[in-house]
């Protein structure tokens, strides 16, 4: 599976929308882009997932670059109980394993 | 959502004890469950993938004999960790695939296991 590349850390403001970058370079065509976030001590929570297409849910917005070399995933209204590590990760579509990376620390301040 | 539990949620143990976790796929059935453990401050480490009905599969490093995994029934993986040490003190997580239709499947996770070794 590809590498992520994803900030250590970032800060954002409680009702603002939080921008979290991944750069996924070396993605292959058959590679989807997942989101997980997890909150201290539990067990990590699936957020959203896209091939090349930009895709949104409940939780989040999932934005892919047309070379699908980056992507950004979108929380519309951070809330307080949106801080979480939250990791980008690249996977085959037949893939089973998950391989987390560092991930992004995400802080929502009020 | 498809929920997937751990039991118990923490557990103390004294060196040299082995300690048992549960991980069970509480409103789906799950042919295939992965294990995780996760040290402070650091990102989950993928221990080994819990077949059902066959011999489990580890990632490099990861000590079989140590780290039993028996994946008996398509809803219940357990990881046993043998002759416990207090370097074997993490969170351990797992999580199982849920298969959808159309080839479609994703993996949700339990909520861990705090092991502490004394």
């Known amino acids: 599976d590809a590498k992520t590349t994803q900030p250590t850390s970032m800060d954002c403001a409680e009702g603002r929308a939080a921008n979290l970058p991944c750069n996924h370079s070396t993605i292959s065509g058959n590679e989807y882009v997942y989101w997980y976030r997890q909150i201290h001590s539990q067990g990590p929570q699936y957020i959203i997932h896209g091939l090349k297409n930009n895709e949104t849910n409940e939780m989040a917005s999932l934005i892919i670059t047309e070379d699908r070399k980056s992507s950004t995933l979108i929380l519309p209204h951070a809330t307080l109980r949106d801080t979480a590590v939250y990791y980008c990760?690249?996977?085959?579509?037949?893939?089973?394993?998950?391989?987390f990376g560092g991930g992004t620390r995400v802080l929502v301040k009020p | 959502g498809a929920v997937v539990s751990q039991h118990p949620s923490r557990v103390i143990c004294k060196s040299g004890t082995s300690v048992k976790i549960e991980c069970r796929s509480l409103d789906f059935q799950a042919t295939t469950m992965f294990w995780y453990r996760q040290f402070p401050k650091q990102s989950l480490m993928l221990m080994a993938t819990s077949n059902e009905g066959s011999k489990a599969t580890y990632e490099q490093g990861v000590e079989k004999d140590k780290f039993l995994i028996n994946h008996a029934s398509l809803t219940l993986s357990t990881l046993t960790v043998t002759s416990a040490h207090p370097e074997d003190s993490s969170f351990y997580i797992c999580?199982?695939?849920?298969?959808?239709?159309?080839?479609?499947?994703?993996?949700?996770f339990g909520p861990g296991t705090r092991l502490t070794v004394t």
């Open positions: 990760i690249v996977r085959e579509a037949a893939g089973n394993k998950l391989t």
């Open positions: 999580s199982a695939i849920y298969r959808g239709g159309h080839n479609w499947y994703e993996q949700y």
